[in-house]
């Protein structure tokens, strides 16, 4: 399901909006156990609905709703448990803190209490319930896919390593020119009289996906139409991809897909509003952590000799140098060599400070500077070293393409992918990238905002 233009997991919101539903029901419940009156005053419904609301987004940010994460949704052992507790204490102490300062009627600290600690039992039990339920093969989404090369093989591999909620009927392969990827016992051809629709109809197929890279007099156009007019949706591998895995895969793209797609809109008003968001958020950020980067300074100050502020070249939006600015976490000299190096894992050159501040990310919190310049944005892609743009859009196609955008302090790539110390790496994370470029809006940045408080705290990716 497409919202503000970002792709969300059907079985995400439907599970969300479910517990929306338990929490209220049960803020609702213990309100009629104390008020000890079903009908009457002290029974507000919208105010149990924001609270359960507000409940559900610390549980996303606490990873509950991350199939990225989980192999599949709902409760998965004693660490989900244990994040649902926390996530339902931070909402009672949230509401508790804050509830004088909304003007809204919230339920008092008795009710509050009941309330959430029967939505706890009933979510652990709803969520084995659903997960037992949805899990079952019926429910997989059901895909017949047109072609048998290394298109088309990227489904089923990636649905084996990642757990989608779908399942590969058939792979059909249509011309004998194509590369087989697919093994022969997965393939299967039409049969002479058969055709698409009566395939897709026998094999039960809700979507067919048309993975072939030369369509050029071999792709079935009419067959196709026939069957998207019976209600069978047919979909490019590329949409399919970023719909699935909010990603667009660059083995699968053509330009053509790009340039006739939806999104990489660019307007006037998009880039105030997300300007104004910027300037906004980042003076929030400077204020609250300005403690934090104080006691950073002097921690770094002690801990090695050199400066506590770390500057250097970064390539920007229209490909535009800027310098950037971050806490030094590596030993003066580093590079002494002259050469830029790929940060690696247990890298030598980092500082016993810098492996703190880097695991919470306390290192970039300067980049506020840049983005009050307005050489980045709060939320973007992250700005590479020149020496490294020059030798990845070489290697990489559509690299340059994240740079029509400000970079930023936070990205989707950051919060879906590990950290980037190759090639390889910075291929994986320019296909986020890209879907980011191509959807982005003010929606999909609070995402990503939530994502990254995920990520600090059970700090993913970190180096």
């Given at each position: 399901?497409?919202l ?29 156990v ?56 931070l ?85 004998q020119?194509?590369?087989?990827d ?87 008003f ?18 609250i ?73 306390i ?62 790496d910075?291929k ?6 890209l ?6 809006t003010?929606f ?5 905002i ?12 970190a180096?």
């Amino acid at each position: 399901m497409q919202l503000f233009g970002h792709h969300i997991s059907r079985r995400t919101i439907y599970l969300a909006g479910i517990e929306i539903l338990i929490i209220a029901c049960c803020m609702q419940f213990a309100l009629m156990v104390i008020t000890g009156n079903a009908l009457q005053e002290g029974l507000l419904l919208g105010q149990n609905i924001a609270l359960a609301t507000f409940t559900v987004l610390v549980m996303e940010t606490m990873g509950l709703y991350d199939r990225e994460v989980h192999a599949q949704l709902g409760t998965q052992g004693i660490d989900d448990v244990i994040r649902l507790v926390v996530s339902m204490l931070l909402a009672l102490a949230a509401v508790e803190l804050l509830g004088p300062w909304i003007p809204l009627d919230f339920p008092k600290l008795e009710a509050l209490t009941i309330g959430i600690g029967l939505a706890f039992v009933v979510i652990v039990g709803e969520r084995q319930i659903y997960r037992s339920i949805s899990n079952r093969e019926a429910f997989a989404h059901r895909i017949l896919v047109l072609g048998s090369g290394r298109r088309a093989m990227a489904l089923q591999t990636f649905n084996t390593h990642a757990h989608r909620p779908y399942k590969v009927v058939a792979f059909v392969a249509i011309e004998q020119r194509e590369h087989c990827d697919v093994p022969e016992n997965h393939r299967i051809a039409l049969e002479p009289g058969q055709t698409l629709l009566g395939l897709a109809r026998s094999t039960h197929a809700e979507e067919i996906v048309v993975a072939i890279r030369d369509r050029r007099g071999v792709l079935p156009v009419r067959q196709l139409l026939e069957c998207k007019l019976q209600g069978i949706t047919v979909t490019d591998v590329s949409s399919f991809f970023e719909r699935e895995h909010q990603r667009l895969e660059l083995e699968s793209m053509n330009t053509s897909w790009l340039v006739f797609g939806n999104g990489f809109r660019q307007s006037w008003f998009g880039n105030l509003i997300k300007r104004t968001f910027d300037l906004f958020l980042s003076l929030v950020i400077l204020v609250i952590s300005l403690p934090v980067m104080l006691i950073t300074a002097v921690a770094i100050r002690l801990d090695s000799p050199g400066p506590v502020l770390y500057w250097q070249t970064r390539v920007g939006r229209g490909n535009r140098p800027f310098e950037i600015c971050k806490f030094r976490s590596m030993s003066q000299n580093a590079e002494q060599d002259g050469k830029p190096q790929w940060a690696a894992s247990n890298d030598q050159r980092v500082t016993r400070v810098g492996r703190v501040i880097r695991k919470l990310r306390i290192d970039e919190l300067p980049q506020i500077i840049n983005v009050l310049k307005g050489e980045m944005s709060f939320i973007g892609p992250r700005p590479e070293r020149p020496i490294f743009v020059d030798q990845l859009s070489k290697q990489i196609p559509y690299f340059l393409a994240r740079h029509s955008i400000r970079p930023g302090i936070s990205g989707w790539a950051q919060v879906r992918y590990p950290y980037g110390a190759s090639v390889q790496d910075a291929k994986e994370k320019l296909q986020y990238d890209l879907y980011y470029v191509k959807n982005h809006t003010l929606f999909l940045d609070i995402l990503i905002i939530l994502e990254t408080v995920k990520v600090v705290l059970f700090g993913r990716g970190a180096r």
